[in-house]
């Protein structure tokens, strides 16, 4: 299996625009996150789903954050519109048992 | 909610033994985990501990005291290939999600 996929693994964009981080989780696995990476906050989890339904999502920022996941096999994390303050390195990891695979990340520099 | 309190950096020698500790709160806990990242690199699984006591694999074993809310990571025979972020991780609350300590970043020197 190739591990978690993420795209694009690297992404500048200005203030105010739209940003799609996409992610596609190791096949047969049911949980999904998202988390956010800074120095300042350290891995934050942003959101879980479980069989492609949320289920906590109480780490995501604020409305501008909304993630989805139509299928077992996608997700995305969608930042509308993005702030400097949203640069980061955010990861997607999808879970077998105990133990969580984490993707390479997207790093996102917002301008 | 959940917190966990790890040491921020440790530096070791080559070859010696280096104990990382993780503190946690939580409620509802299922396990305690720990992650390695090297820098500009993604975590990666180490170990979990579910129950009380210390599991080993290879030159790195993980223990847990639940009563005491700590655990710990202890690395043997350190490389410099071990210099890298080490992560207490627990999986707790309601709704089984697992977060992450703040990191210790481990160095080791020749």
């Known amino acids: 299996d190739a591990g978690v996929i993420q795209s694009p693994r690297h992404e500048v964009t200005e203030m105010g625009q739209e940003v799609t981080l996409r992610c596609k989780p190791i096949?047969?696995?049911?949980?999904l996150f998202w988390y956010r990476q800074t120095m300042m906050r350290g891995l934050e989890l942003l959101i879980y789903?479980?069989?492609?339904?949320?289920?906590?999502d109480s780490g995501m920022p604020e409305d501008r954050f909304s993630a989805k996941m139509p299928n077992a096999s996608f997700s995305t994390l969608k930042i509308q519109p993005s702030e400097p303050r949203d640069s980061a390195v955010y990861f997607c990891?999808?879970?077998?048992?105990?133990?969580?695979?984490f993707g390479p990340g997207t790093r996102l520099t917002v301008l | 909610g959940q917190s966990l309190e790890q040491p921020s950096e440790v530096t070791a020698v080559e070859g010696a033994i280096v104990q990382i500790n993780c503190t946690y709160q939580?409620?509802?806990?299922?396990?305690l985990s720990w992650y390695q990242q090297h820098d500009g690199g993604a975590p990666t699984f180490l170990s979990y501990?579910?129950?009380?006591g210390l599991e080993e694999t290879g030159r790195f074993s993980s223990f847990l005291s639940r009563s005491d809310s700590y655990g710990y990571l202890l690395l043997q025979e350190l490389q410099m290939k071990d210099s890298a972020s080490y992560f207490c991780?627990?999986?707790?609350?309601?709704?089984?999600?697992?977060?992450f300590g703040t990191g210790t970043l481990l160095a080791v020197q020749p």
């Open positions: 990891a999808s879970r077998e048992g105990y133990e969580q695979f």
């Open positions: 096949s047969g696995h049911n949980s």
């Open positions: 789903f479980n069989n492609n339904v949320p289920i906590d």
């Open positions: 939580t409620s509802g806990f299922y396990g």
């Open positions: 501990n579910a129950l009380d």
């Open positions: 991780a627990v999986r707790g609350g309601a709704t089984n999600k697992l977060i």
